[in-house]
């Protein structure tokens, strides 16, 4: 029999298989030994080389990255929605700028999505992010401009919707596009399977793109997988930016030091007290990483 060589998307990963969507069917894969000894984990994104037959498909190679995030675990996004809700959970303003960075590490600039807004505001958190920079939608504001907004984001894009448990990631994909019909917290009490109701990424195929819900994750997980140096942490806080060659000692920390120009333009009012502040509590945290 003919080896089957071909090459697709892995779709979701669960288990120790991967599910890779060629260009005619869903094929459930193991990967290859190799993978293991060279220390890389298949992530939902990867393109990769599938061969094999009929139950026993393998991971031959995964091709190059352009990114990928270990939390959420996923590969080559185009779209990263950081979803928020106004209440249960309030918004965190230190979980929300640790994944801003991690995104701007990346290159990708994150879309901010507000959802719950008809049980309470969350001026104050949406104020904030727009006047730095970023794209904020408030869903509930106008569901249906919402809609149409993302949807016109996610044409030829792989889009991540991450954000913590019970924020409406699931609910708003429903939205989105009935069709998928995302497990979310509502149902699952109906059908008694407590709370955590999406436990894999995966990807479904939308509007000409890709969407990944994502399962909820804790601040924690962040701390623990995923590291920035002390010194590029300033960079990804994209409105300190135009400061950042004008304080007076070279190696500024932007912490504490005289003569430092985003301390300056803080004190003006030009830069959030709040972003200062989490912008400090992750560069002291990077600093007392211990090197390995
Ligand atoms: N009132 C209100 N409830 C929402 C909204 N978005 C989600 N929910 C509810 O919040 C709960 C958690 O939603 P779910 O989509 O499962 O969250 P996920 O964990 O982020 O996927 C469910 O009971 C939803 O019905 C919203 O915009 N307004
Ligand atoms: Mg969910
Ligand atoms: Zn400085």
Known sequence: MAELNNNGIIIKGIG??????????????KAKGIFRKRGITPLAGDHVE?????????????????????????ANVDEFFYVVSSVEPR???????????????RGITPVILITKTDLAEAKEFIDLYRSVGYTVID???????ALEQVEAMIEGNLCVFSGNSGVGKSTFLNKL?????????????????????????ELYELYGGYVADTPGF????????????????????????????????????????KGCAVLEAKEKGLIS????????YLYDEAKNRPEY
């Open 139 to 145: 869903v509930m504001a106008d569901e249906k401009a």
């Open 273 to 280: 007290a709040q972003r200062h502040e989490d912008y400090c």
């Open 218 to 257: 804790s601040a924690l997980d962040f701390e623990r997988a995923e590291k920035v140096p002390k010194e590029d942490i300033a960079k990804y806080f994209i409105e300190f930016r135009p400061y950042l060659d004008d304080c007076f000692f070279t190696g500024c920390s932007h912490r504490t030091e």
């Open 177 to 201: 596009h009935p069709g998928l019909g995302l497990n979310t917290a509502e149902i699952s009490k109906k059908l008694g399977r407590g709370k955590h109701t999406t436990r894999a990424v």
């Open 91 to 105: 918004p965190n303003y230190m979980v929300a700028d640790r994944l801003i960075m991690l995104c701007e590490q």
């Open 16 to 29: 120790g298989f991967y599910y890779v969507k060629t260009a005619d069917s869903v094929l459930e894969c």
């Open 50 to 74: 599938v061969i094999g037959e009929e139950g026993g498909y393998a991971i031959s190679e995964i091709h190059e990255r352009k990114n990928f995030f270990q939390r959420p675990p996923i």
